[in-house]
């Protein structure tokens, strides 16, 4: 939820599979074969449900602000919490927590509420799903709260700590098209913890002929930060209750592990591997005349399109109604901003309505503030038939330099309804970015 700059973050890489509520067991990679049964959370923790509801999102933000003993309303300067660093505990002194002691819900009461229909409503009457990553962002911190139980803090005095968003991994949809005036339900629980590291897995459901009908989920990478958010912060271990949450404990450290090997075989970090190559040469082949040796002289063949004629770039102004508790720009503005320009670029790309299916990488790798100006770009980086994956890059700019520092990076793979044109790199730095977006796109979707 709220940013800020660790150093072992990007270190944090990410493992994906395809939307796993559409594939046969036996394709599963076994690490994530837990995670489709784990769509819904386990029959005991479901069974706890209605003891820990946590009301509507508004009602969980004010919640928050509770416990972090912060005041509404807007202050360039944020009440000092330096006081509270003298109750962060010891880990030795925290006790252990079950998966159940964390799970909660929340309602967005979009039935009943018409001024909120109108923010998350698009003009088909559908759900603006990126309205819904900002509560994912929120809920998860929430959970995070739940997860923390301090014996030894005195009676008022409020929470001294911070979260913060590392990573968003893994959100994968279900075929359920979603209302813009229909409740929709958020719940989730820790799955995973760290020193002061915590996964929390967040469910959305909405309300259908009666009964919830599940729309997705996603996998979030929280820290826990001190008080004034300058150092980390122990949290609570996690017991497993039984043999799922074992199993379920088990692939969270899986996953931490596949996801530095990633991150050490990032295509910005080493060059391509042998059949990588071969695409490179084959792309070199194909938009290189063969009666000329002209330098850097290309050529782009039929029902193609270069990648540098395929992006949509937006310049945003923040303001301190898109602030966190500590006026940082909040995640989840980040990430329903990138969402929407995401959007954009692939329906002008295909031109044509695409449908959004699946988000992999949202990583977040410096705090952004409140009064930056944030340029967001979508590049069409690679396509499949009728698939284009998008690349996503946020960017904080200084007006008086012009200098400027990515800040976040989003993937998302979006399906049309026909064979869409093919997206060719022109340059090498192009062709690096074509091979980073084929690889999201196997690693999400698998082989097409």
């Not at 940082?328 to 329903?336: A, D, Q, T, W, Y």
């Not at 998008?390 to 960017?395: E, G, H, P, Y």
Request: hydrophobic fraction near 35%; proline fraction near 7%; include cysteine.
């Amino acid at each position: 939820m709220m940013r800020s700059l660790i150093g072992a973050q990007k270190c944090w890489g990410l493992i994906r599979t395809r939307n796993f509520m559409e594939l046969p067991t036996k394709q599963v990679p076994a690490s994530f074969a837990l995670f489709k049964r784990h769509y819904s959370p386990p029959t005991h923790i479901k069974q706890s449900a209605v003891a820990n509801e946590s009301g509507t999102m508004a009602e969980v933000k004010q919640g928050m602000m509770k416990r972090l003993g912060l005041e509404p309303g807007y202050n360039p300067l944020p009440k000092s919490r330096e006081q509270l660093l003298k109750y962060q505990p010891k880990l030795e002194d925290l006790p252990p927590r079950a998966m159940q002691d964390s799970f909660t819900s929340a309602i967005i009461p979009l039935s009943t509420d018409r001024s909120l229909q109108d923010k998350y409503v698009t003009y088909l009457g559908n759900v603006r799903f990126g309205r819904l990553l900002e509560d994912m962002d929120l809920f998860a911190a929430w959970c995070c709260h739940k997860h923390l139980v301090l014996p030894n803090l005195p009676e008022g005095v409020h929470l001294p700590y911070t979260f913060v968003t590392i990573l968003v991994d893994r959100i994968d949809f279900t075929n359920v098209l979603a209302s813009g005036t229909q409740d929709i339900r958020l719940s989730g629980h820790v799955s995973w913890v760290g020193t002061s590291s915590i996964e929390v897995v967040v469910w959305l459901e909405q309300m259908v002929g009666g009964r919830y009908q599940k729309l997705t989920r996603a996998l979030f990478l929280m820290a826990a930060r001190n008080a004034n958010n300058t150092g980390a912060a122990p949290v609570n271990p996690l017991q497993p209750a039984n043999e799922e949450e074992k199993v379920i404990l088990a692939g969270g450290a899986d996953r931490k592990k596949k996801r530095q090997i990633l991150c050490a075989q990032s295509i910005f970090k080493v060059e391509p591997n042998d059949p990588e190559q071969t695409i490179m040469y084959e792309l070199y082949k194909r938009t290189t005349p063969t009666n000329t040796l002209e330098l850097n002289k290309r050529i782009l063949p039929p029902n193609c399109r270069w990648m540098e004629d395929s992006f949509q770039m937006s310049t945003i102004p923040s303001f301190p109604e898109h602030r966190n508790h500590h006026n940082r720009v909040f995640g989840g503005f980040l990430m329903r901003s990138a969402l929407e320009i995401s959007w954009a670029a692939a329906y002008l790309y295909c031109k044509t309505r695409p449908k959004l299916e699946h988000i992999s990488d949202i990583s977040f790798e410096k705090p952004v503030s409140v009064n930056s100006f944030i340029k967001m770009t979508a590049y069409v980086v690679y396509t499949k038939e009728n698939y284009v994956q998008i690349m996503t890059v946020a960017d904080v700019m200084d007006p008086q330099t012009g200098s400027q520092v990515t800040t976040n990076t989003f993937y998302y793979t979006f399906s049309s309804p026909d064979t869409v044109t093919e997206v060719l790199p022109r340059s090498y730095h192009e062709t690096m970015w074509y091979i980073q977006g084929r690889r999201k796109f196997e690693a999400s979707m698998g082989p097409v």
